[in-house]
Antibody, heavy 123, light 111 residues
Framework: QVQLQESGPGLVKPSQTLSLTCSVS??????????WSWIRRHPGKGLEWIGY???????YYNPSLKSRVTISADTSSNQFSLKLTSVTAADTAVYHC???????????????WGQGTLVTVSS | QSALTQPASVSGSPGQSITISCTGT?????????VSWYQHHPGKAPKLMIY???IRPSGVSNRFSGSKSGNTASLTISGLQAEDEADYYC???????????FGGGTEVTVL
């Protein structure tokens, strides 16, 4: 069974960069037609998809965050990472990593998720 | 405000059936069969319950079923059990540049 685990600082100061890593067990992130994604959940609100990195290395970001987001992969460690710059209190959320099943003609479903990590933006 | 609209809460007694709606637009739910549902118990990893509108992954109870009519998708839980108490989120592929949208989540309470 594929398992994903997020790691990173739980507290980030305003204007700084949020950095999280997702470790994937079982199977390589460099194989298969998977889209390795980040999703966040603001307190008391719904989910927001942040973006993905495809096993080919292609990335796509939610336009609402595109100017501040970078998702990258380290295939040697079987991990992928999220960087979000210039954070504000509005970026306080639980951040989940997940594996997205998709095709050239559409994105389908998230079949495995990490349990999430709370990141608080505060001075 | 989430792109897909779900009721904030739904409740039912053990053994009853409940339905959670997920309303989108002709650019997402109404346009594609890439609608999925997730169950989330606090502190745990969200779990895929339904994908492509009405397909249950292996291991998911057949008490969970999905459907779609127009711009609204639905998740029905029959024979409600205490373990079903959780938050449920819907998701859809969209033709907009966002690509993936979610609902605001529905808290299911078993009375």
């Amino acid at each position: 069974q594929v398992q994903l685990q997020e790691s990173g600082p739980g507290l980030v100061k305003p204007s700084q960069t949020l950095s999280l890593t997702c470790s994937v067990s079982v199977g390589s992130i460099n194989s298969g037609g998977y889209y390795w994604s980040w999703i966040r959940r603001h307190p008391g609100k719904g989910l927001e998809w942040i973006g993905y990195i495809h096993y080919t290395g292609n990335t796509y970001y939610n336009p609402s965050l595109k100017s501040r987001v970078t998702i990258s992969a380290d295939t040697s460690s079987n991990q992928f990472s999220l960087k979000l710059t210039s954070v504000t209190a509005a970026d306080t959320a639980v951040y989940h990593c997940a594996r997205l099943i998709g095709y050239s003609y559409g994105l389908d479903y998230f079949d495995y998720w990490g349990q999430g990590t709370l990141v608080t933006v505060s001075s | 405000q989430s792109a897909l609209t779900q009721p904030a809460s739904v409740s039912g007694s053990p053994g009853q059936s409940i339905t959670i709606s997920c309303t989108g637009t002709s650019s997402d739910v109404g346009a594609y069969n890439y609608v999925s549902w997730y169950q989330h118990h606090p502190g745990k990893a969200p779990k895929l319950m339904i994908y492509e509108v009405n397909i249950r992954p292996s291991g998911v109870s057949n008490r969970f079923s999905g459907s779609k009519s127009g711009n609204t998708a639905s998740l029905t839980i029959s024979g409600l059990q205490a373990e079903d108490e959780a938050d449920y989120y819907c998701s859809s592929y969209t033709s907009s540049t966002t690509l993936v949208v979610f609902g605001g989540g529905t808290e299911v309470t078993v009375l």
